[in-house]
């Protein structure tokens, strides 16, 4: 008996050896990196799909011996809590910081913070340094992401998508002036004057039309905080006091020219007819509006092309690799023919 009961011992034994083993292995095999992600706000279409295609495309980058531990959080569009949030994000020893800035002009001091953490820093969608007309950085000095190697920005040139929304204009038979007096007339629904997307974004659509010898005259001008309700306000209030002098409506961003419609539909007037509508992001709502004749053209805002950007820089840089400080994903004009081709 003593024989038996020694012999069971033995081999419980071994079966504990063995699985003790292995799960020690099977840890010290992987390689796990948190990834801090601080997005300025959840309640935005464009940072919606963005944020989600991030998390999706991370997951396809974990292995056997690599996984990528993402925290999200919301910055609720106020620059106290995002920064607090990145605060926390260095505290809890991450790896990486992927950061859509509340504020561009909050950059340096984030860039500052980061990069004396010691933590690799992926500036996202916003980029945080202007330039003026001849390319020129418009704050002397200025260094945050240049001469960094731990610091990036991964976006898309806003000029290209202000002078897209001009170029569709352009493209109209009547070049964008519906009533045919020879001046083209517009309302300009602005997302953030501090955002520099939204500042060339006003400033080339014009331009483009300009450039082009069509003369323009601005009936309003107004922020709309990239939010739909806001855009609905400021259309509807063009809509009262200028009525059919307005040609065309321009919106920094689909969102907004979501709301621009809803105004412009409960004034009882049609897109292509009454006026023209343009927005920027391509969102699946503004495709079914532009398929419905309800929308003239927006512009497509890469989020996968640019989240997939994002997230191979991070991928990497973490790997011992090294990092650019840009990385530029393409715009796409969005008008009749491309709906027609594409969706």
């Given at each position: 008996m003593k024989k038996v009961l020694s012999l069971l011992l033995a081999v419980v034994m071994m079966f504990s050896l063995v699985?003790?083993?292995?799960?020690?292995?099977?840890?010290?095999?992987?390689?796990?990196?948190?990834?801090?992600?601080?997005?300025?706000?959840?309640d935005d279409n464009f940072m919606t799909n963005y944020r989600n295609e991030l998390v999706s495309y991370f997951e396809t980058k974990n292995t056997d011996t690599v996984k990528y531990e993402v925290t999200l959080v919301d910055g609720k569009n106020d620059m106290a809590t995002q920064t607090d949030q990145i605060r926390n994000f260095i505290t809890q020893g991450m790896d990486l910081i992927i950061c859509n800035l509340v504020q561009t002009s909050s950059a340096d001091a984030i860039i500052d913070e980061v990069v004396a953490a010691e933590i690799p820093l992926v500036l996202i969608n916003r980029e945080p340094l202007?330039?003026?007309?001849?390319?020129?950085?418009?704050?002397?000095?200025?260094?945050?992401?240049?001469?960094?190697p731990t610091v990036c920005y991964v976006g898309s040139d806003a000029r290209q998508s202000g002078t897209y929304q001009g170029?569709?204009?352009?493209?109209?038979?009547?070049?964008?002036?519906?009533?045919?007096?020879?001046?083209?007339?517009?309302?300009?629904?602005?997302?953030?004057?501090?955002?520099?997307?939204?500042?060339?974004?006003?400033?080339y659509s014009i331009k483009a039309l300009k450039d082009a010898g069509v003369e323009v005259e601005c009936l309003v001008e107004q922020i709309g905080n990239w939010a739909t309700d806001q855009g609905q306000t400021i259309t509807a209030n063009a809509i009262t006091a200028h009525g059919d002098k307005i040609d065309v409506v321009f919106c920094n961003n689909d969102g907004m020219a979501l709301g621009a419609?809803?105004?412009?539909?409960?004034?009882?007037?049609?897109?292509?007819?009454?006026?023209?509508?343009?927005?920027?992001?391509?969102?699946?709502?503004?495709?079914?509006?532009?398929?419905?004749?309800?929308?003239?053209g927006t512009v497509l805002n890469d989020h996968i092309a640019q989240s997939h950007a994002a997230v191979d820089a991070a991928v990497d840089v973490l790997a011992g690799g090294e990092m650019q400080n840009y990385y530029w994903a393409n715009y796409a004009k969005v008008d009749k023919a491309y709906v027609d081709a594409n969706y």
């Open positions: 699985a003790c083993g292995g799960g020690e292995e099977a840890g010290s095999d992987v390689t796990t990196y948190k990834v801090g992600v601080a997005i300025y706000q959840f202007a330039y003026d007309a001849d390319g020129v950085p418009v704050k002397e000095g200025y260094e945050g992401i240049l001469n960094n170029e569709i204009v352009l493209a109209l038979d009547n070049k964008g002036d519906v009533d045919g007096d020879g001046v083209v007339r517009y309302v300009m629904v602005v997302g953030d004057p501090e955002n520099i997307d939204a500042q060339f974004r006003t400033e419609y809803a105004a412009i539909e409960a004034a009882g007037l049609k897109v292509g007819e009454d006026l023209y509508l343009l927005g920027v992001d391509a969102l699946p709502e503004a495709i079914d509006l532009m398929k419905a004749g309800n929308m003239t």
